[in-house]
Nanobody
Framework: VQLQASGGGLVQAGGSLRLSCAASGRTGTTYTMGWFRQAPGKEREFVAWITWSSSTSYVDSVKDRFTISRDNAKNTVYLQMNSLKPEDTAVYYC?????????????????WGQGTQVTVSS
C-alpha cells in the first residue's frame, strides 16, 4: 500500500486547508486511516482517525476545528482543517492500518505517507 499526502501549504491564522491522502496498491487490507503530525523539535502526535465505517476520533486540541472523512470508492481520506492556529504548524502524515478499530497509537498503523507541510502564520 502506498499513501500520497497532499494539500499542505502556508495559511494565516484563522484560515483553512484540506489535506488529502490517496491510497494505492492493496488498499483492500486497510480499514482504519489516521492523520498524525510532527512539529519542529517535537514528537509525532496523533491528530485523527477514521474507520472503514466512518467512526472518528480526534485529539482534543483539534476537536470542533478539524474533520476527517473518507471516500472509500476513491481510496482517499481527507482532513479538513478550519480555524487554524500557529500551533497547528507541523508536517502532517497520513497512515493506514489493517485494524478494524481506530487507534491513536502510531504503532497500530502499517503504512505511512511521506508527509505534507502545514504552516500557519500569526
Amino acid at each position: 500500500v502506498q499513501l500520497q499526502a497532499s494539500g499542505g501549504g502556508l495559511v494565516q491564522a484563522g484560515g483553512s486547508l484540506r489535506l488529502s491522502c490517496a491510497a494505492s496498491g492493496r488498499t483492500g487490507t486497510t480499514y482504519t486511516m489516521g492523520w498524525f503530525r510532527q512539529a519542529p523539535g517535537k514528537e509525532r502526535e496523533f491528530v485523527a482517525w477514521i474507520t472503514w465505517s466512518s467512526s472518528t476520533s480526534y485529539v482534543d486540541s483539534v476537536k470542533d476545528r478539524f474533520t476527517i472523512s473518507r471516500d472509500n470508492a476513491k481510496n482517499t481520506v481527507y482532513l479538513q482543517m478550519n480555524s487554524l492556529k500557529p500551533e497547528d504548524t507541523a508536517v502532517y502524515y497520513c497512515a493506514a492500518s489493517r485494524r478494524y478499530s481506530g487507534t491513536e497509537d502510531e504503532h497500530g498503523y502499517n503504512y505511512w505517507g511521506q508527509g505534507t507541510q502545514v504552516t500557519v502564520s500569526s
